[in-house]
Structure formats: C-alpha cells, structure tokens
C-alpha cells in the first residue's frame, strides 16, 4: 500500500499490530501532535506527510474530499472486513464559516491507535525519530477580554433576542472568546491528558493548533452505517447532588430548551435525510452529565444510501441548528453582523478520514487556537427570544471553565 502524495513518488504505507500502547497520549512527541480519544480509545498522530490548506467557499468540502483521493492513492485497496482509522488517516479542522480561511487537513507521518482492544501503528515513508521531551507546565495564566468585553457580549445577546422576538429567526448561537497567556510555552499534551482525564466521555483532539474536548459528535461512519450526538439545551451542574437533579429536571422541563432542542433535531433530520436509506431519531432527549455542565442529547442513527464519504456527510450537516441557529441561512447571517470576532475553527468540524471514507467527526466545541504562550478559548449557547443575557454569559463561564482546568489543572 502507497500514498501518492501530489505529484512526488508514492510513499510506502506500513500498518503493523502492536501490543498495549497503554496511554496513548503518553506517546505524542511535543511538536504538533494530532489527536482524537473517548475513553482510551482512537488515534493519536505525529509529523507531516502531507498537509494542505483547504480553500475557503460552499465547495470546500468537495475539494478536500478531491484532494484526498488524490494523496491516498491506490491506499483504497481491500472489500473485506475492515476496521475504521486502519490504514493512512488524514486529521482536519475546518472553520465554522466557510468563507473563512483556516481550514486544513494533514495526514500524519505516524498514526497510533486502538480500537476495540486492538491497536496498531501506521506509518507514511521514513518517519524521523523524535525526541520524547518531558511535560511541562505552562506556569501561571493571566486572562483577558476577547473580541468583546462581558458587557459588550451582554448588549449582542439582547440584540439577539430582540431580532428573535420580531419574527426574524427562531434561534441563534452566539459565541465568544477570552485571550490566556502564560508564563512559559504552553505543551499541547498537557493540555489533552488534563482533557482526556477530566472528560473521558468527551471527544479529546489535537489538530493545527486547535485543542479541545467536545462533547458533540457531528458524525461517525462505518462503512454505510453513520451515528450522530445532537446537544442542545444546556445548564450548569450543582452545587450538590440534590441541586444537580434539580437541575436537571429543570433543563429537562424548560421550554425554552426543549424547543432550542427540537430546532437542532430537526436541523440534523432534515441534513441526513436526502443521504440515507433509513434515519432513526428519538422522540425524546436524554440528560447528558459532564463534570461542569448538563446538556439535552439525543442520539441519531441511520444507514447511508450510496457510497458518500464521512465527509460528504459533514458537507450535508455543517453547519447544525446546535452551533448556528434556525433557520440557518438567516442565524448565519446573524452571527456575522453581531458576533464581533472570527470564530476559526471553534464550532467547526473537526475530526479524521481514513482512506476508505469512514472517520469520526466532531464539533470543536470546549476548546482553544494554542499559540506558544497564548491560547484563544471559546464558548458560547444558544439564544432563543426569551433568553437572559446574565444567564448566557454565565453559561458561557461555565463552558470557559473546561478549557482553564486545562490550562491550569
């Protein structure tokens, strides 16, 4: 098995059993690891064989999907059994607006993974050795306003609200961001082994800067079967076991929740339909529980009706009602005259693809651009005609929090 890597010779493909990796996030050299775990379990990665910036526009999808076919080459090889991530992998993050630039896609010289009580390593040509340096911490971490200040913030959700209760648009998610620095260099892996810890149910990733644990599958597929998390409707936890169940039966029995939830649902149905032979949603929610927040979930399942990739789902679904609003075409509109700040990759996609199509995607939510000493955090929720703008910005606190434990441990 090859990789044809653009116009230069094809370089050799090696996938080789190992043992227990154990951790596998204890393998990752510092520079520039790549990653996606859930409970122990998925891929990690290092160095460049290939890495390409996406162009921006409504076709980007497409042209990664062109691009990819190109770099795997004569990789599409086997109709057997097979196993998701076996093989090269390509990890990618795109930005959540599609007329951004930033979006990217690398296939790493070297993949670890496990699944299933199974793990290999897969490598792309000669991978160099690296040089496995301790972890270290990045020291203190001062904070500072993003975009907007709180009050600022503050001001654009009632802004919003008001556009909602005029009959514009039935809901919007606005977001923002708060600027950390730190005393030293801040060490990605660090980062990640706080996240994967703290939030095992999580998705924990690494990719081209953007570090996060989401809680939000956008998709999974294997082979033509695909999965799906839809989240929407969110509260904080309590301050006791007593206060968290009354919590959660208070999100549980919120309108205004129930119906920001419906709006995703439907976002995501009205996506996967046109793209599946069969599509099962649930009637109602579920309490997800996280170790900072309470979310309203429901899981989407169905069987895909021709050969399209998991990218050509992403295409289809981003982006959902849970991370722009409804109806989406004005909730985008929306974002981009009030939001005040370039999202990049937050509430993006972000996930990988194998060279068969399958691969696990999610939305960047919980996460942070890592630059050096400076990390760019972002949280945000959505926002219906009744919200309260204290009310938002403290959900959005909540949501910072996930990426300062990170920082900060």
């Given at each position: 098995?090859?990789?044809?890597?653009?116009?230069?010779?094809?370089?050799?493909?090696?996938?080789?059993?190992?043992?227990?990796?154990?951790?596998?996030?204890?393998?990752?050299?510092?520079?520039?690891?790549?990653?996606?775990?859930?409970?122990?379990?998925?891929?990690?990665?290092?160095?460049?064989?290939?890495?390409?910036?996406?162009?921006?526009?409504?076709?980007?999808?497409?042209?990664?999907?062109?691009?990819?076919?190109?770099?795997?080459?004569?990789?599409?090889?086997?109709?057997?059994?097979?196993?998701?991530?076996?093989?090269?992998?390509?990890?990618?993050?795109?930005?959540?607006?599609?007329?951004?630039?930033?979006?990217?896609?690398?296939?790493?010289?070297?993949?670890?993974?496990?699944?299933?009580?199974?793990?290999?390593?897969?490598?792309?040509?000669?991978?160099?050795?690296?040089?496995?340096?301790?972890?270290?911490?990045?020291?203190?971490?001062?904070?500072?306003?993003?975009?907007?200040?709180?009050?600022?913030?503050?001001?654009?959700?009632?802004?919003?609200?008001?556009?909602?209760?005029?009959?514009?648009?039935?809901?919007?998610?606005?977001?923002?961001?708060?600027?950390?620095?730190?005393?030293?260099?801040?060490?990605?892996?660090?980062?990640?082994?706080?996240?994967?810890?703290?939030?095992?149910?999580?998705?924990?990733?690494?990719?081209?800067?953007?570090?996060?644990?989401?809680?939000?599958?956008?998709?999974?597929?294997?082979?033509?079967?695909?999965e799906s998390l839809v989240l929407a409707g969110t509260t904080s936890r309590g301050t006791g076991p007593a206060d968290d169940l009354a919590r959660g039966a208070a999100l549980f029995a919120s309108?205004?929740?129930?119906?920001?939830?419906?709006?995703?649902?439907?976002?995501?149905?009205?996506?996967?339909?046109?793209?599946?032979?069969?599509?099962?949603?649930?009637?109602?929610?579920?309490?997800?529980?996280?170790?900072?927040?309470?979310?309203?979930?429901?899981?989407?399942?169905?069987?895909?009706?021709?050969?399209?990739?998991?990218?050509?789902?992403?295409?289809?679904?981003?982006?959902?009602?849970?991370?722009?609003?409804?109806?989406t075409d004005i909730a985008i509109k929306v974002i981009r005259e009030l939001e005040g700040m370039d999202r990049a990759g937050y509430a993006g996609p972000v996930g990988w693809i194998d060279a068969?199509?399958?691969?696990?995607?999610?939305?960047?939510?919980?996460?942070?651009?890592?630059?050096?000493?400076?990390?760019?955090?972002?949280?945000?929720?959505?926002?219906?005609?009744?919200?309260?703008?204290?009310?938002?910005?403290?959900?959005?606190?909540?949501?910072?929090?996930?990426?300062?434990?990170?920082?900060?441990?």
């Amino acid at each position: 098995m090859s990789v044809a890597l653009g116009t230069t010779r094809p370089l050799p493909v090696r996938t080789t059993p190992v043992g227990d990796p154990g951790d596998l996030l204890a393998s990752l050299p510092r520079s520039a690891p790549y990653a996606w775990i859930r409970n122990g379990e998925g891929l990690v990665g290092w160095g460049e064989a290939a890495r390409v910036a996406v162009p921006p526009g409504p076709g980007r999808f497409a042209w990664a999907r062109r691009w990819l076919a190109g770099v795997f080459g004569d990789a599409h090889v086997g109709n057997g059994a097979r196993t998701p991530g076996l093989g090269p992998v390509a990890f990618g993050s795109f930005t959540f607006d599609e007329d951004v630039h930033g979006s990217v896609l690398v296939v790493p010289q070297a993949v670890l993974a496990r699944r299933g009580g199974q793990a290999w390593l897969t490598t792309v040509g000669d991978v160099p050795l690296e040089r496995f340096t301790p972890v270290r911490d990045p020291g203190r971490v001062s904070y500072g306003d993003g975009s907007l200040t709180a009050p600022e913030w503050q001001h654009v959700v009632a802004r919003a609200a008001r556009r909602i209760r005029d009959g514009e648009l039935e809901k919007v998610v606005l977001a923002r961001d708060l600027v950390a620095t730190a005393e030293r260099p801040i060490d990605v892996r660090l980062l990640l082994a706080r996240l994967a810890r703290r939030y095992p149910e999580c998705y924990t990733f690494s990719v081209a800067g953007l570090v996060g644990a989401t809680p939000e599958l956008l998709i999974r597929r294997t082979g033509q079967e695909i999965e799906s998390l839809v989240l929407a409707g969110t509260t904080s936890r309590g301050t006791g076991p007593a206060d968290d169940l009354a919590r959660g039966a208070a999100l549980f029995a919120s309108a205004k929740d129930r119906h920001e939830h419906e709006c995703a649902i439907a976002s995501v149905r009205q996506a996967l339909a046109p793209l599946c032979s069969s599509l099962e949603t649930p009637d109602e929610p579920e309490l997800l529980v996280l170790p900072n927040v309470q979310h309203l979930a429901s899981h989407v399942s169905g069987r895909l009706a021709d050969g399209a990739s998991v990218l050509d789902v992403v295409a289809a679904m981003h982006p959902t009602a849970a991370v722009g609003g409804t109806p989406t075409d004005i909730a985008i509109k929306v974002i981009r005259e009030l939001e005040g700040m370039d999202r990049a990759g937050y509430a993006g996609p972000v996930g990988w693809i194998d060279a068969h199509g399958d691969g696990e995607w999610g939305i960047a939510l919980r996460s942070g651009l890592i630059e050096g000493r400076r990390a760019r955090l972002f949280a945000g929720g959505g926002i219906m005609g009744d919200s309260d703008p204290a009310a938002e910005l403290a959900e959005a606190q909540a949501k910072f929090r996930v990426m300062q434990y990170a920082l900060e441990g």
